[in-house]
């Protein structure tokens, strides 16, 4: 199994910076797609960016110009570089990998969330 760690969550002021990471670990694994999803008091977990092994990202359209996810296959890390931050970013931020353990068997993983709080 994958287990996904995430840090660097924190409260920080309207127009600032913060970058989230996040560490896969486990053996016998091998991932593929690596997204960030948030979910803020009293709604649904929603998708913020996605990437694939090869690179590829996608964001939704609230954080588009802002956010940049990206990710190191060899440390199976994924970062999500968060800029121009807003309080509606406020939320718990959760990481999700997608991951092949043998050549017909796909899963995933979520890691525990880290909380980012953006005040006013």
């Known amino acids: 199994q994958v287990q996904l760690v995430e840090s660097g969550g924190g409260l920080v002021q309207a127009g600032e910076s913060l970058r989230l990471s996040c560490a896969a670990s486990g053996s016998g694994f091998s991932i593929n797609a690596m997204a960030w999803y948030r979910q803020a008091p009293g709604k649904q977990r929603e998708s913020v960016a996605v990437?694939?092994?090869?690179?590829?990202?996608n964001y939704a359209d609230s954080v588009k110009g802002r956010f940049t996810i990206s990710r190191d296959n060899a440390a199976n890390t994924v970062h999500l570089q968060m800029n121009s931050l807003k309080p509606e970013d406020t939320a718990i931020y959760y990481c999700?990998?997608?991951?092949?353990?043998?050549?017909?068997?796909?899963?995933?993983?979520w890691g525990q969330g880290t909380l980012v709080t953006v005040s006013s």
């Open positions: 999700r990998a997608n991951y092949l353990y043998s050549a017909f068997h796909a899963s995933y993983a």
């Open positions: 990437i694939t092994s090869g690179g590829s990202a």
